[in-house]
């Protein structure tokens, strides 16, 4: 079965906007050393709210409640993956263990399923 993630980030690519999942500087340092102004900033900030209204609008109460103070997307998908992949991770753990525990007797695989 599919995680979420896995039907997200597809579609996320397809939109061209992975990008967004990493926050550009607003000001760069040109060839002088000066600092100067990011010119796709602005760009990428307008951008940015249309991704991470869709993202909180498509997640349940609970996971919304997990997410404090993120106001990009990528502080969103940050939050998300530090907060739910642990998670996950067990899960996983626990169903591999389960899996090794079971005992299927003097029966075959075919017999067994």
């Known amino acids: 079965m599919a995680t979420r993630k896995e039907h997200v980030l597809p579609l996320i690519r397809s939109l061209g906007i992975a990008h967004h999942l990493s926050e550009p500087a607003e000001e760069l340092v040109d060839v002088e050393g000066k600092k100067v102004t990011n010119s796709q900033y602005n760009s990428w900030l307008k951008n940015d709210g249309l991704l991470t209204s869709w993202l909180l609008r498509n997640m349940s109460k609970a996971i919304l409640s997990m997410i404090t103070g993120a106001n990009t997307s990528q ?6 993956e530090e907060q739910l992949l642990p998670m996950t991770k067990d899960k996983k753990a626990h169903v591999k263990d389960q899996l ?14």
Do not use: G, P
């Open 100 to 113: 090794f525990s079971l005992k299927k007797w003097l029966l075959s695989n075919d017999e067994y399923i």
């Open 75 to 80: 502080q969103v998908w940050c939050s998300l």
